[in-house]
């Protein structure tokens, strides 16, 4: 089992940047990959980024690739999403998620077992 929380959210004006967290549980977090999805709302829930657990793979959907950055740090049991150049249709629940994985990371939804409960970012125009 894995738990993790996000934090870093928040409001903040167009172009601005924020840095989001995902801290989990557990003693094995290098053996999971993680990615970071979004929900707007009356939308569904969008990958935006994945990382492996070495952080040798990393994925980003096309709508975010240049602004926005995942990284993780192991020994912390942290991984993060840097949000830079934001717009107002960045505005959504940002959600971190966890799977185990060998290689690579998945950018599906349903691949994953593990979430979060959410960070709002808000982003006005």
């Known amino acids: 089992q894995v738990q993790l929380v996000e934090s870093g959210g928040g409001l903040v004006q167009a172009g601005g940047s924020l840095r989001l967290s995902c801290a989990a549980s557990?003693?094995?977090?290098?053996?999971?990959?993680m990615a970071w999805f979004r929900q707007a709302p009356g939308k569904e829930r969008e990958f935006a980024a994945a990382?492996?657990?070495?952080?040798?793979?990393?994925y980003y959907a096309a709508s975010v690739k240049g602004r926005f950055t995942i990284s993780r740090d192991n020994a912390k049991n942290t991984v993060y999403l840097q949000v830079n150049s934001l717009k107002p249709e960045d505005t959504a629940v940002y959600y971190c998620a966890a799977e185990q994985q060998r290689v690579g990371a998945p950018t599906s939804r349903g691949e994953y077992d593990y979430w979060g409960q959410g960070t709002q970012v808000t982003v006005s125009s």
């Open positions: 990382i492996s657990g070495s952080g040798g793979s990393i």
């Open positions: 557990g003693r094995t977090f290098s053996s999971y990959a």
